[in-house]
């Protein structure tokens, strides 16, 4: 039987854990950084638990590197005219493209809050023409 991944953090502790720092840096970032962490009750000493999908999002948008894999730098992958070198080991083409695939990731998720704002402001807007019209 394979061990489902957790859908929820359910402590600071955890939330370190899943993102591979320690709990003051976790802290911080949610602090700084707007780590997604939702707070049960009121007060700093009060629980917390964060959501695994919206810590991934913020992952991919945040800018902030995931610890996991060890990338390569591009310069050594690409040739002047920004093509891939052939010539590269299968280990270094592999970490090119996972550095292209989190630069998708990141912008695909940059859309997706672009999209929903605009969705957010035609909506205001047709609701504000329906008052008009009545």
Same mark, same amino acid.
Not at 29 to 43: M, Y
Not at 83 to 89: A, D, E, R, V
């Given at each position: 039987?394979?061990?489902?991944?957790?859908?929820?953090?359910?402590?600071?502790?955890?939330?370190?854990?899943?993102?591979?720092?320690?709990?003051?840096?976790?802290?911080?970032?949610?602090?700084?950084?707007?780590?997604?962490?939702?707070?049960?009750?009121?007060?700093?000493?009060?629980?917390?638990?964060?959501?695994?999908?919206?810590?991934?999002?913020?992952?991919?948008?945040?800018?902030?590197?995931?610890? +996991?894999?060890?990338?390569?730098?591009?310069?050594?992958?690409?040739?002047?005219?920004?093509?891939?070198?052939?010539?590269?080991?299968?280990?270094?083409?592999?970490?090119?493209?996972?550095?292209?695939?989190?630069?998708?990731?990141?912008?695909?998720?940059?859309?997706?809050?672009?999209?929903?704002?605009?969705?957010?402001?035609?909506?205001?807007?047709?609701?504000?023409?329906?008052?008009?019209? +009545?």
């Amino acid at each position: 039987m394979v061990p489902q991944k957790p859908q929820m953090l359910n402590s600071w502790k955890e939330i370190a854990q899943f993102l591979d720092r320690g709990v003051r840096t976790v802290q911080r970032w949610e602090r700084d950084l707007q780590l997604p962490v939702h707070r049960i009750g009121k007060g700093k000493r009060s629980p917390v638990y964060a959501l695994v999908s919206e810590v991934n999002f913020w992952i991919a948008t945040s800018g902030i590197t995931p610890p +996991r894999p060890q990338l390569v730098p591009q310069r050594a992958l690409r040739s002047g005219n920004g093509t891939i070198i052939k010539s590269g080991s299968p280990i270094d083409v592999s970490h090119h493209l996972m550095a292209e695939s989190l630069k998708l990731i990141r912008l695909v998720a940059e859309t997706s809050v672009r999209q929903r704002r605009q969705a957010e402001l035609l909506r205001k807007h047709i609701l504000e023409m329906r008052a008009r019209i +009545r």
